[in-house]
C-alpha cells in the first residue's frame, strides 16, 4: 500500500511557523490552514514549518511522511478522511533550524500550542526536554529575526486558557533582554485566541481506519470531533493565511467568547465530571446519556445563560452544537481526564457563574452549587469550604441570597 507522502498533491513555501507539533495542532490549525490553501483562486499558500516542544519524537514520524497525515473526522454515524498538506516541514525545535525559519522574511506567523504549563516562567514543568522554556525558544528565534532585519511577525496562541496572547507575551518578555524587549515592542503582535476541538490521542486501530478509508498508509493519523471552532482577535502586520473564509472568526473582543466556552462547555465538563465518575461513569457521552446527570447538565446551562452577553439564537446554537458533542459515544473523551482536581479550572468555571449570578441579582445557581459540593467532598470539604477555597468569601455570599 503506497504511502500517505505520495499524496501530496502541492508544496506551499514556508510563509507560517507553529511551536508544539501535536495532535491538536494538526487537527486545527494545519487543518484551517490546509482549507485556506484549497479555496478557489488560492496561490502559492501558506504552508507550515512545525516544530516540536518536548520531544523529538512527532517531527521524526511525520517526516517520515513527508509531513502529510490523515485527519479522520469521527462523528457517532460513522469516520471520514481527508488528507492534510499544509505541513511542509517537520523539525525538532531544538534543531538549527528553528532560528533560520524565524529570521525568513517569509515567515509571517508563529502559531503556540505549547499547553498552559508552557507560560509558566521559572517551572521546569514548562521546559523543553533540553531544559529551555517555550518562552526562552521563543525569544531566540525572534532574537535571530531582529538580527536579520526582518521586519514584522505575529505570534498567535492557540493554547486553552484565557487571554492567551498576553500570556504569551508575558512569557516571552520575560526572557528578552532590554534590547530585543525594544525590538519586540516594535515589530511583534500577540494574537489572541479561543480554540475548540476535541483530539483524543491516536491508537493503533484510528492507523487501520486511515489506510480503509484513504487507501494509504499513514503512521501518523489524527483523529478529531466533526466539530470545530477558532475566535480570533488581533493584529497580523505582515500577512496571514485567509482563516476568515474557512471558518475563523476575527472579532475585536474576545472575552465573551472565551467566557461562553468556559461557563458551557468546560463547566458542563466539569459537572459531568464531578457527578458522573462517583456514578461510574466513565465518559463525557456516558454521563451525559445518565438522566440525573443530564439534568444538572442542562440546570447548569440555563443558570449560565443569563450572565453571557449572547442572544438566545447565538446561545441556543451553540447549546445544540454541545448536546451533539457530549453524545458522541465514539469520542471517548475520558471524565478522569477532565477531574485532575485544578482550583483553576472551578475558579473559571463554576464559582465564576456563581459569583456572575449573584453580581446579577440572581440565585446562585443549584447545578453550579451541587458540581462545587461534588468536587469538594471528593476533597474532605463541605460546601461552604469548597466555595470558600475557589473564591474567598464566597460561600457568605452564596448564603445571604
Known amino acids: 500500500m503506497p504511502s500517505v507522502a505520495d499524496a501530496r498533491a502541492s508544496r506551499p513555501s514556508v510563509r507560517l511557523a507553529h511551536l508544539g507539533l501535536g495532535h491538536f495542532h494538526r487537527a486545527h490549525q494545519a487543518w484551517y490552514t490546509q482549507r485556506a490553501n484549497s479555496l478557489p483562486g488560492a496561490s502559492d499558500g501558506w504552508g507550515i514549518a512545525a516544530f516540536t516542544g518536548r520531544s523529538p519524537r512527532a517531527a521524526e514520524v511525520l517526516s517520515g511522511q513527508d509531513g502529510v497525515y490523515s485527519l479522520i473526522t469521527r462523528a457517532a454515524e460513522g469516520d471520514s478522511a481527508e488528507i492534510v498538506q ?21 515567515v509571517a506567523v508563529l502559531t503556540v500550542t505549547v499547553t498552559e504549563r508552557g507560560y509558566e516562567t521559572g517551572n521546569d514543568s514548562s521546559a523543553s526536554a533540553g531544559g529551555e522554556s517555550a518562552g526562552a525558544r521563543i525569544v531566540r528565534g525572534l532574537a535571530a529575526r531582529a538580527r536579520a532585519s526582518t521586519g514584522p511577525i505575529a505570534l498567535v496562541s ?74 480570533v482577535s488581533g493584529a497580523f502586520p505582515a500577512g496571514r493565511p485567509a482563516w476568515d473564509r474557512v471558518g475563523a472568526r476575527f472579532v475585536d473582543d474576545i472575552e465573551p467568547y472565551e467566557r461562553r466556552k468556559l461557563w458551557l462547555l468546560n463547566a458542563g465538563h466539569t459537572l459531568l465530571a464531578a457527578v458522573g465518575l462517583p456514578r461510574g461513569h466513565e465518559t463525557v457521552a456516558a454521563a451525559f446519556a445518565d438522566p440525573e446527570c443530564r439534568m444538572l447538565l442542562e440546570d447548569l446551562w440555563s443558570e449560565a445563560r443569563i450572565v453571557l452577553p449572547f442572544d438566545d439564537e447565538t446561545l441556543d446554537a451553540f447549546l445544540g452544537a454541545l448536546r451533539t458533542r457530549f453524545a458522541n459515544p465514539r469520542i471517548a473523551h475520558r471524565l478522569t481526564q477532565i477531574d485532575d482536581g485544578s482550583l483553576q479550572k472551578l475558579r473559571q468555571r ?47 455570599r452564596v448564603y445571604a441570597s
Open 86 to 106: 499544509s505541513i511542509v516541514q517537520a523539525s525538532d525545535g531544538a534543531g538549527p533550524e528553528w532560528e533560520s525559519t524565524l529570521a525568513d522574511p517569509a
Open 158 to 231: 492557540c493554547d486553552n486558557l484565557s487571554g492567551n496572547g498576553e500570556a504569551l507575551r508575558r512569557a516571552v518578555l520575560a526572557e528578552a533582554d532590554p534590547d530585543l524587549t525594544s525590538w519586540i515592542g516594535e515589530n511583534v503582535s500577540f494574537v489572541s485566541t479561543m480554540v475548540d476541538r476535541i483530539t483524543p490521542g491516536t491508537v493503533d486501530a484510528d492507523r487501520a481506519t486511515a489506510r480503509e478509508l484513504t487507501g494509504y498508509d499513514d503512521s501518523a493519523p489524527v483523529v478529531t470531533e466533526p466539530f470545530s471552532e477558532w475566535i
Open 350 to 396: 463554576q464559582a465564576a457563574i456563581v459569583s456572575a449570578r449573584l453580581e446579577n441579582g440572581d440565585e446562585p445557581g443549584r447545578a453550579s452549587l451541587a458540581t462545587v459540593e461534588s468536587w469538594g467532598h471528593a476533597r474532605g470539604l463541605d460546601l461552604a469550604e469548597a466555595l470558600d477555597a475557589l473564591q474567598p468569601g464566597l460561600a457568605r
